[in-house]
Structures are given as C-alpha cells and as structure tokens.
T-cell receptor, first 110, second 116 residues
C-alpha cells in the first residue's frame, strides 16, 4: 500500500527566505508526482507535475525534484512571499489511485 | 484550465435528507475520484472509478455511494445526511496510466456540505 509522508507538518519563515518542503513515498512504481497548493477552505491548485521519467520541473520561483528510486521529492520555493502562505500537498499517481501526503502548512511572515 | 466541475459549491441541508453531489469532466478521463476533507485536515480518498460501470471504495470508509454510468459524470450520493457528513468533498479526474503518458490529476472546486 502506497504511503506518502510530508515533512515538516508546519513551517514558518520570514519573507524572502528560500525554503524546501519534503515528500517521501513508499512504493516507487508511480506514474507521476504532483505538488498542489491549497488555501484555507478552498480547492486544490496544481503547481507542478513530474512524470516518473523526469527528475525535476520548474515554474517561476518553484522547483520540484523527483528521485523515484529513493522515494523522495522536494519542492523548493525561492524568495518566499506572504502570498505563498498556504498548505502544500504532494500526491503520487499509482496504477490504481492518487495518494496524498498530509501536507505542509506554510506561513510566510512579512 | 481544468474542465472539471462540481455542483453545488455550497450546500446546507437538514438531517435525514437525500443529497447528490455532482461532478462532471469534459476531458474524456477514465479515472475519477472523490476525496473528503475536514477543515484543516488531510484529504481522504472515499471512492474512485476506472471507467464506466467501475466503482471502488477508497481508503476511508464512507456511507456515501457513487455511480459511473457515463464517462464524464461521477455523482456521489448520501441517502440520509447526518451532521457527521459535514465536510468538504473534492472530485478529481485523470487519464489511465496504462494508455497515456500524461496522467496529471485535475480537481474541481469542491462542495462544502453542512448538515444541520
């Protein structure tokens, strides 16, 4: 059974810092890994998708990496801003279903 | 932009009522999912489907039921709503991994259900 773990559960940093969110998964037989953002009481916004054959993807200040063999992914956020405050979720797509981690609640302090 | 829609966005309903949450997608995706999320908590998969006439229970036991009569439509039904069903319900879809390269999942905006 696929299990996805995100560390840390919560993170608070001052504005302008670079930061890294971590995601690990137990079964490396995945089709892809996605990073999502969720604002309080809202739905999910897809940030980055990494196919299983890829090692990283970049979008603006966000960079996500994937090491399938070790079951790890990181989301790097450069020059953080207060508007980045949200919960960040990683999810892995297997043959059967899309499995989520518990999320990292990020707070960027002005 | 994702073409997956959930209605209603918000619903307040009395205990004992039957409700159906609608989810439709226009991307021709075979796989569809329903997740339940309490405020501030993680997402739990409650149902998923591989295609027409396919439905599977997810990781979290749920009193709801689903049907998949058409590819684009995956409604979730509660026969008798209770306050414990108060939650946000999120629907998603993706292509089948065995047939395509891009298996990105797309989410609807969610339905926030309150049972009083």
């Amino acid at each position: 059974k696929q299990e996805v773990t995100q560390i840390p559960a919560a993170l608070s940093v001052p504005e302008g810092e670079n930061l890294v969110l971590n995601c690990s998964f137990t079964d490396s037989a995945i089709y892809n890994l996605q990073w999502f953002r969720q604002d309080p009481g809202k739905g999910l916004t897809s940030l980055l998708l990494i196919q299983s054959s890829q090692r990283e993807q970049t979008s603006g200040r966000l960079n996500a990496s994937l090491d399938k063999s070790s079951g790890r992914s990181t989301l790097y956020i450069a020059a953080s801003q207060p508007g980045d405050s949200a919960t960040y979720l990683c999810a892995v797509m297997g043959a059967q279903k899309l499995v989520f981690g518990q999320g990292t609640r990020l707070t960027i302090n002005p | 932009e994702a073409d997956i829609y959930q209605t209603p966005r918000y619903l307040v309903i009395g205990t004992g009522k039957k409700i159906t949450l609608e989810c439709s997608q226009t991307m021709g995706h075979d796989k569809m999912y329903w997740y339940q999320q309490d405020p501030g908590m993680e997402l739990h998969l409650i149902h998923y489907s591989y295609g027409v006439n396919s439905t599977e229970k997810g990781d979290l036991s749920s009193e709801s039921t689903v049907s998949r009569i058409r590819t684009e439509h995956f409604p979730l039904t509660l026969e008798s709503a209770r306050p414990s069903h108060t939650s946000q319900y999120l629907c998603a879809s993706s292509a089948l991994g065995a047939t395509v390269v891009n298996t990105e999942a797309f989410f609807g905006q969610g339905t926030r259900l309150t049972v009083v």
